[in-house]
């Protein structure tokens, strides 16, 4: 399955730009005010959507990022749409999604350009990186966490918080 979603409120000022050899973002079709993001292939960590999504949050903090469900792909089975229905629902709620009143956050639109390409390549080149050195401290069980690591996980933390105290508190720690 290749896996690709929509960002509602993100435009980008080229048709295209290639983020690196398994992720491409487009000007979607319908409307220029959104853009695809789409995934050549699931193989590894440079190809992962949920951690794109979230270097897409660390490097335009501007706005809440807004995905769209797309339509089930033809060689797609049911519970493989379903599946990424799941996740683009768990990756669109609010950091404050407990208390927090939605009316009062941005949700505009922004269109970003190269600089912010070269931002949103490097943020996720780290979180990439820092993902796999994660994982290799978990296989090693070595103790040696760096402050980048420590900071990332606080702020995924506090994203996936179900009470905003615990979001604070995490949010703090970041």
């Not at 949050?57 to 769209?68: C, D, E, F, G, M």
């Not at 799941?86 to 709620?93: A, F, G, H, S, V």
């Not at 996720?124 to 402050?147: A, G, H």
Request: net charge neutral.
């Amino acid at each position: 399955m290749v896996m690709d979603f929509i960002v509602d409120n993100i435009g980008i000022d080229e048709k295209a730009y290639k983020i690196n050899e398994f992720i491409l973002l487009k000007q979607y079709e319908k409307d220029i005010k959104k853009t695809r993001v789409c995934f050549t292939t699931q193989k590894d960590w440079h190809s992962d959507y949920t951690l794109f999504f979230y270097a897409l949050l660390i490097a335009i903090p501007k706005v809440h990022i807004i995905i769209s469900y797309r339509k089930q792909g033809p060689e797609e089975t049911e519970s493989e749409f379903n599946r990424y229905k799941d996740n683009i629902r768990y990756l669109n709620c609010y950091m404050f999604n407990y208390y927090f009143n939605k009316g009062d956050f941005d949700n505009s639109y922004v269109e970003i350009c190269k600089g912010e390409i070269e931002k949103i390549k490097n943020t996720f080149n780290t979180i990439v990186e820092y993902n796999f050195k994660d994982k290799e401290i978990n296989d090693n069980t070595k103790l040696n966490i760096d402050r980048w690591l420590v900071a990332y996980n606080q702020y995924l933390r506090a994203y996936k918080s179900l009470s905003v105290e615990m979001s604070i508190q995490n949010l703090i720690t970041v």
